[in-house]
């Protein structure tokens, strides 16, 4: 497992491909599942609020988490073999401390509190990367996670959460199933604070 953020960013992002273990905290660890016919991934972002404590407070904020596998190809640049994205759209009320939760399959959480919002946020994800015969055989693979933390801009909310709720496919030249309009929002910089991090697991070499 490794991991990399730049040292300011209190952002960080951590990733286990198939026979690595994830330290997802003091308490507990996840371990990919020995055996079977079934390779899985997990990563978990860590460190949501750590660079802003009152981040999605009034401004409504994004994290958006970009999974991508790669088959390293030696001398060449490796190859990628597909991506996934995952966001979250949050924003807390300054007065109660509750908070509105949209996630990536258009499911809406009411959160009861700023430390149930991070635990959410900071959960550990499990990836299924499919069996042994879906990759090419003796090849070398390895999984990159890119997590994108961002206030979002008042005319920016109505595309995210149009593409959360499902009412707005990625159709039309979209990138990762996301609409070219809400990708740039996603991915774009506001300059109202915005941190990225990304991590990558070890190299792994599918057994059948």
Known sequence: MAMHASPA???EVRVAGPGESLVADSLTTWSS???G?????????SGVFAGNARLGEGIAATLLLVVDLWEERGGWWD?????????????????TGTAELLDFRGVEEDI?????????????HEILLG?????Q??????L?????????????????????SGRVTGSGGGILGIPKAVARVLLGASGLGDESATGRSGVFVPSP
Do not use: N
Not at 131 to 135: A, K, L, Y
Not at 144 to 164: I, S
């Open 131 to 135: 069996t042994p015969r879906d990759f």
């Open 9 to 11: 960013a209190a952002l």
């Open 137 to 142: 055989a003796d090849k070398r693979y390895y």
């Open 79 to 95: 190859s990628l073999v597909r991506s996934q994205a995952l966001a979250y759209r949050f924003r807390v009320d300054a007065w």
């Open 33 to 35: 599942p020995a055996g």
């Open 144 to 164: 990159t996670v890119r997590a994108f933390l961002r206030p979002m801009k008042l005319e920016d909310l109505e595309e995210v959460d149009a593409w959360l």
């Open 37 to 45: 016919d079934t390779l899985l991934a997990a990563f978990r972002a």
């Open 112 to 124: 009861p509190d700023h430390d149930v919002l991070r635990i959410r946020l900071e959960q550990v």
